[in-house]
């Protein structure tokens, strides 16, 4: 019997995606460039289920059943090309190649529009839930041809996480579009952390100690803020250094890394002209995080309050962070879906974001209590934005004050909070009946005669600023 579906890349994602896969019941071809790895994995998980090891990849191909499914599991960039244009002469019209790494949408829009031409069927995937997700269930976005998916599909729903009995997977849209929601997915990620980043330099503020601060962040995970981040928040502020005895995240570097998948979804978001402002500051906090240089100069240069926050009622201050968290991360989440509704009419895809809020319920780092209410808000009307959703409305009506005491106090007391108070700046753009582009229209037009449009009516006008002042109608 031929092998159900095959994987590339025996790495911890592959290979624990490999295994999922064969405790599924399902018959798994395995391949890696070095054959010692594949060695390796089936030493020490061959019993796990039913592997096929090929040592040439051409032997890969040919144990697979058609249309030949195959996942590829290695480094985003270079090396997934690679495999693709190996993999191509090997295979016939009709065989599904899934590129399952942190691909950038437009790589899986250029290789889909290859592979098409080719006869072959190309699935970008996102696939969230880190090392553990693979193995034990993870949160998966595919983007491909909608008759690829009828192939594809159910090998994943099965393999995927499960919540309330309805899988973790569900298909995107074309081309590029899985990758799409997973970088999106990975910006939501970013704010997230930057938010409970802002939230944990508060209740330091305030003098918690860090024990402290893990038993609020785990009565937080009992409510609303119910989430995947918040619980091993709890879990990381509770580790204490073996070697030194203090909390591990103090004897921690204050250097965020990142591989860049936040960074596009900015990127990505300029281009489509889409806020995306409070995911943009946690990118840009990883990036002042990371600059050395500036940090040791502005430190030498710069005066200012301690950090140290003076409250009368300290529990009560506690719980408007809560709340100035809870609104932060629902700015968000709106912010991401208004991407991913932004990028499908750019790109021509059908994405249901209520169906996106589903399958990130379960299996992926951004899992929260949060994607319910989101999915059901989305199910129950269509929405521009999550914002003006009822029950989202309401609630961050009724946590705005609190949201507002948490960012002034901060400012006072000198702890940046970036994500908060752009999270709100966005909240107050948003419900504005006027902005201050007015001005800005001004001003465009009386230096470069940039034009204005009116409120009383139609048409294109011009202030002669530095002639007679009068008024001209452009068209
Ligand atoms: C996931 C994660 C995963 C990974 C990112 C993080 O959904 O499982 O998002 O994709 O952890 O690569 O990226 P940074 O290194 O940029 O933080």
Partial sequence: QLANIGVIGMAVMGSNLA?????????????????????????????????????????????LERPRRIIIMVKAGGP??????????????????????????????RREQKLRGAGLHFVGAGISGGEVGALEGPSIMPGGSAESYEALGPILESISAQVDGEPCCTYIGTDGAGHFVKMVHNGIEYADMQFIGEAYELLKGLGLSHTEMADVFATWNTGDLDSYLIEITSEVLRKVDAATGRPLVEVIVDAAGMKGTGTWTVQSALNLGTPVSAIAEAVFARAISSSPDLRAASQAALAGPSGAIAVDDRAAFIDQIRQALWASKVVAYAQGLDEIRMGAAEYGWDINVGEVAKIWRGGCIIRAKLLERIRSEYAAGSLTTLLEAPSVAKELANSQDAWRAVVA??????????????????????????????????????????????????????????????????D
Avoid: C
């Fill in 19 to 63: 295994r999922n896969l064969a405790h599924h019941g399902h018959r798994v071809a395995v391949f890696n460039r070095t054959t010692a790895r594949t060695d390796e994995m089936i030493a020490a998980h061959g019993s796990e289920g039913d592997f096929r090891p090929a040592a040439e990849l051409a032997q890969f191909v040919a144990s």
């Fill in 409 to 474: 106090a901060a400012v006072t007391a000198g702890v940046p909070v970036p994500g908060f108070s752009s999270a709100l700046a966005h909240y107050d753009q948003a419900r504005a009946p006027r902005l201050n582009a007015a001005l800005t229209q001004g001003l465009r037009d009386y230096f470069g005669a940039h034009t204005y449009r009116r409120v009383d009516k139609e048409g294109t006008f011009h202030t002669n600023w530095s002639t007679d002042g009068a008024e001209v109608q452009e």
């Fill in 80 to 109: 997934t090309d690679a495999t693709i244009d190996a993999l191509i002469p090997l295979l016939e019209p009709g065989d599904i190649v899934v590129d399952g790494g942190n691909a950038f949408f437009e790589d899986t829009r």
